[in-house]
């Protein structure tokens, strides 16, 4: 009988990352998520297409799929919750409360079924997601900690892959690299030893996978994003055609991955490689167009203290290692202005209201009066 798996969120990352790992587990997928046509779609053909970038955008078939509304269909999706060896999520971390309560119900339903203990990762650009989407299904109340302990294991996960929309052979489809992270807390696991997702790495020591991934390669990409923006590029790709940004951006992944060294004592070597294949290789890879827009969205989640931006630049401060180049990209971060997006109005009108001291202190947590507030404060001004 083939193994079945859930997953919250039929986007991109769902369907052309956690899926595709899925697909090559061994396991059927039920996609849950609340736009309908995307679910309409997957229950009628059972299959969609992804196609590899680095194979000349060659198709791959995942099929054993289907899909539930989880807003229309919410009895259906908690009878797969409750059926299902792995769930997994790619909904933003920001949208985890939104899943927590049916998760919990589906939860519930397994232990009156008296199944054996689901695999719950929340595969998301989040430190630690995993453990925010638990403290949320806490939260409802539906569950309590002993009952959420004996429907699952928790483990946290780190989550990396270049994925885009895609149209190639007439088929609408998910662009995909082949460069993939995945690295799963192994002591999480009901058995250290499993290894229930092909193609992911198990390891004992997450935390420093989640920071290399998240404080340099979503940092580097971010900043080319709004460095691309400060210059007039609509696309991450015609930043990074520009030698001089080109040498910025990979000036600032070369600061933060020297400040995850000097955290984990990752091999200097092996960092300027990972900065290489996982930023520049990729990012300029041909045939792709990575819009500035969509990477620059949501700036004060990315600026705050323990994320993409803000993230390394404490952590290099900590070690003492200077960071000129990832401060300028903070302060392109902080003059982006996209009328269009709820988090950059309000980050916005917060500079205009408090003045940019006070304004990024509240939105990083850096208190006044330190040298890193000082000389962002000193970027920023001279961006002006």
Same mark, same amino acid.
């Given at each position: ?6 997953? /919250? ?7 052309g990352?956690?899926?595709d790992?899925?697909?090559?587990s ?5 996609f !849950?998520? *609340?736009?309908?046509?995307v ?11 992804? /196609? ?8 791959? #078939?995942?099929?054993? +799929?289907?899909?539930l509304?989880?807003i229309?269909e ?15 999520t790619?909904?933003? @971390?920001?949208?985890l409360?939104?899943i @927590?309560?049916?998760?919990a119900? $589906? ?12 695999? +719950?990762?929340?595969?998301e650009?989040?430190?630690? $997601? ?6 949320e ?13 004996a ?6 996960? @780190? ?5 885009f929309?895609g149209?190639?052979?007439?088929? =609408? ?16 696991? +009901? ?6 997702i ?5 390891v004992d020591? !997450?935390?420093?996978y ?8 979503n ?16 696309t991450? =790709?015609?930043? !990074? @055609?520009?030698p ?7 000036n600032i ?5 020297a ?5 984990y004592? /990752?091999a200097? #070597?092996?960092? +300027? ?26 700036p ?6 323990n994320d ?12 003492g ?16 202005d996209?009328p ?7 980050? =916005?009108q917060?500079?205009?209201?408090? $003045?940019?001291d ?5 939105i ?5 009066? *330190? ?11 001279? !961006?002006a």
């Amino acid at each position: 009988m083939m193994k079945k798996a859930v997953h /919250f969120g039929a986007g991109k990352i769902g369907r052309g990352f956690i899926a595709d790992l899925l697909h090559d587990s061994g396991y059927s997928i039920t996609f !849950l998520d *609340t736009f309908e046509p995307v679910v309409e779609e997957l229950k009628k053909n059972k299959s969609y297409p992804i /196609f590899l970038i680095d194979h000349d955008y060659q198709e791959k #078939d995942i099929d054993q +799929v289907t899909a539930l509304s989880s807003i229309k269909e919410p009895d259906a999706a908690v009878e797969a919750i409750a059926d299902a060896e792995v769930i997994t999520t790619s909904v933003m @971390a920001t949208n985890l409360p939104k899943i @927590a309560p049916l998760l919990a119900k $589906g939860l519930k339903r397994r232990l009156e079924k008296r199944q054996d203990r689901a695999i +719950v990762m929340a595969c998301e650009n989040a430190i630690l $997601g995993t453990d925010i989407l638990k403290f949320e299904v806490r939260k409802t109340g539906i569950l309590t900690d002993i009952e959420m302990d004996a429907s699952a294991v928790w483990p946290n996960v @780190a989550v990396d892959r270049m994925v885009f929309s895609g149209k190639h052979h007439g088929k =609408q489809g998910i662009d995909v690299g082949d460069a993939i992270e995945l690295p799963i807390e192994r002591n999480k696991l +009901v058995d250290p030893e499993s290894q229930p997702i092909k193609g992911a790495e198990y390891v004992d020591d !997450l935390m420093k996978y989640l920071q290399r991934k998240i404080y340099v390669v979503n940092c580097g990409h971010a900043c080319t994003g709004f460095i691309g923006y400060h210059n007039g590029c609509p696309t991450i =790709q015609e930043t !990074l @055609a520009r030698p001089e940004l080109k040498e910025q951006i990979r000036n600032i992944a070369l600061e933060s991955a020297a400040a995850i060294e000097a955290e984990y004592g /990752f091999a200097h #070597d092996d960092m +300027v490689r990972y900065v290489d294949s996982m930023i520049i290789k990729r990012y300029t890879t041909p045939g792709i167009s990575d819009p500035v827009g969509r990477v620059c969205r949501e700036p004060l989640r990315k600026l705050s203290a323990n994320d993409r931006l803000m993230g390394p630049a404490i952590l290099a401060d900590k070690h003492g290692i200077p960071t000129p180049t990832l401060l300028y990209g903070i302060a392109c971060a902080l003059h982006y202005d996209d009328p269009d997006d709820e988090q950059t109005v309000a980050m =916005q009108q917060m500079i205009d209201e408090m $003045g940019i001291d006070d304004a990024l202190t509240e939105i990083t947590g850096i208190g006044k009066g *330190t040298k890193l507030h000082k000389d962002i404060v000193a970027q920023y001004h001279s !961006l002006a």
